[in-house]
């Protein structure tokens, strides 16, 4: 089971910082990647994370303002995003996928969050 947090209403050039919590999995097993999916766009991947936490990868849209982490101790991944843009605005999901190697492709993943929504106001 994954559970985001940390959604919200946020102004443009704010922060806010995403948790998936994970539970029933061996966490350290799997690779964890964000998603997001505004309203009459596609499913497109925010970043992802390898399962040893080594291996990062970001969309261009948010190369330097997002960054994705993981706590192992905690079975917890992270994303951290910096200087929101409205375009921004969207339910974030996480997903995990049993494989040390992450993928900017949904189909991979069989875990899925339910998704936490984001809000960025200009």
């Known amino acids: 089971q994954l559970v985001e947090s940390g959604g919200g209403l946020v102004q443009a050039g704010g922060s806010l910082k995403l948790s998936c919590a994970a539970s029933g999995f061996i966490f350290n097993e799997y690779a964890i990647a964000w998603f997001r999916q505004a309203p009459g766009k596609e499913r497109e991947a925010v970043s992802t994370?390898?399962?040893?936490?080594?291996?990062?990868q970001y969309a261009d849209s948010v190369k330097g303002r997002f960054t994705i982490s993981t706590d192992n101790a905690k079975n917890t991944a992270y994303l951290q995003k910096n200087n929101l843009e409205p375009r921004n605005t969207a339910p974030y999901s996480c997903?995990?996928?049993?494989?040390?190697?992450?993928?900017?492709?949904?189909?991979?993943?069989?875990?899925w969050g339910e998704g936490t929504q984001v809000t960025v106001s200009s």
């Open positions: 997903a995990a996928r049993r494989n040390p190697v992450a993928s900017m492709s949904a189909t991979p993943y069989k875990l």
């Open positions: 994370i390898s399962s040893d936490g080594g291996i990062t």
